[in-house]
């Protein structure tokens, strides 16, 4: 069975950082697309940031600047260096692999990211 587990989430004052990683098992992590979406109460979830298997990287605007997404495939781990954090950071995050030439996504079980003012 295929697992996302996430770690890093808590709460931390507007200006501070946060990193959060995800580590994966029983999939060949090097072949997937490893993003992080986050979800705010009443809203829908949203991208944050993605990591190709070439290493591209691809940020949401409000985002861009502030938040660095990484990869290490020796350790089947993502993780997301959050800076300069907001209090509209504020969300679940969730960590997401997918591949789209198998039609494979899987999902973490978020982590709670709190951004006090």
């Known amino acids: 069975q295929v697992q996302l587990v996430e770690s890093g989430g808590g709460l931390v004052q507007a200006g501070g950082s946060l990193r959060v990683s995800c580590t994966a098992s029983r999939i060949t992590f090097s072949t997937y697309t490893m993003g992080w979406y986050r979800q705010a109460p009443g809203k829908q979830r949203e991208m944050v940031a993605l990591?190709?298997?070439?290493?591209?990287?691809n940020y949401a605007d409000s985002v861009k600047g502030r938040f660095t997404i990484s990869r290490d495939n020796a350790k089947n781990t993502v993780s997301l260096q959050m800076n300069s954090l907001k209090p509209e950071d504020t969300a679940v995050y969730y960590c997401n692999a997918m591949r789209v030439d198998a039609q494979l996504q899987f999902w973490g079980q978020g982590t709670q990211v709190t951004v006090s003012s």
């Open positions: 990591i190709t298997r070439n290493d591209r990287t």
